[in-house]
């Protein structure tokens, strides 16, 4: 499992949280001279391939009660 997650650029918040079995992600991705390794973008439709599951709410409490931890 490949776990994705989207950022706020200003206040780190959890915008976006998916979970994506390797193998949908291996299928998805593009290979990169540039990195020299297989890329895939978080604006693909993360949440289409089979076995995806949305973990933003998960997520974003786990990053919540880092935070207040650290505050």
């Known amino acids: ?3 994705f997650i ?3 650029a200003h ?5 976006r949280a998916v979970e994506v079995p390797a193998a949908s992600v291996q299928k998805a ?3 990169s001279k540039h990195v020299n390794g297989s890329r ?3 604006k693909t439709q993360l949440l289409d391939f089979d ?5 933003t709410d998960e997520t974003s ?3 919540n009660a880092l935070g207040a931890h650290l505050g």
């Open 61 to 63: 409490a786990v990053a």
């Open 51 to 55: 076995g995806s599951v949305d973990r």
């Open 1 to 3: 499992m490949c776990l």
């Open 40 to 42: 895939i973008s978080t």
């Open 29 to 31: 991705s593009s290979w």
């Open 11 to 15: 206040t780190y918040e959890v915008l």
């Open 6 to 8: 989207v950022l706020d």
